[in-house]
């Protein structure tokens, strides 16, 4: 099964919750109130997206945090890579060197393809769309088509 970490879904969470309130700065309790999501987790997570440069904070007695921009700006991609790392499918797609076939493996280059459509697709989902309520409705993802189209190569 291919999912995101927890953490990651938590983090989207977080991100979401800061995306609904972009003119109020809100500390660490607040954001785990509001999200439901442990405080420590919350800080761990905040950490993660302050040193990605997705979420400010601010010191003082009214601190706290709020995104460094607007939810339109931010995709679903940054927020991925700030809390899990480069987006791939397998390592090697990413880097090599860890594998023991990597010299006569022909899979790597079609993993590549594949990084690239799941990257897209995150890339085409805002945290504004993730921040706006759908009550009922059932959200469906464009094929990999509509998002620009990922050559087919024969093997």
Do not use: F
């Amino acid at each position: 099964m291919l999912k995101i970490a927890k953490l990651t879904d938590y983090g989207t969470l977080v991100m979401t919750t800061l995306a609904r309130a972009p003119a109020t700065v809100l500390n660490a309790q607040e954001l785990a109130a509001r999200s439901h999501v442990s405080a420590p987790t919350v800080a761990k997570l905040l950490k993660l997206l302050v040193k990605g440069g997705l979420v400010e904070s601010t010191r003082g007695a009214h601190g706290g945090y709020q995104l460094a921009r607007r939810a339109e700006d931010i995709t679903v991609a940054e927020v991925v890579s700030a809390l899990e790392g480069p987006i791939a499918i397998t390592a090697c797609a990413q880097h090599g060197g860890g594998c023991t076939i990597e010299g006569s493996c022909t899979s790597r280059s079609n993993w590549r393809l594949i990084d690239d459509a799941v990257r897209q697709a995150l890339s085409a989902v805002t945290l504004a769309d993730m921040a706006a309520p759908r009550p009922g409705a059932v959200t469906r993802i464009k094929p990999a088509a509509a998002l620009g189209s990922v050559p087919h190569r024969a093997g």
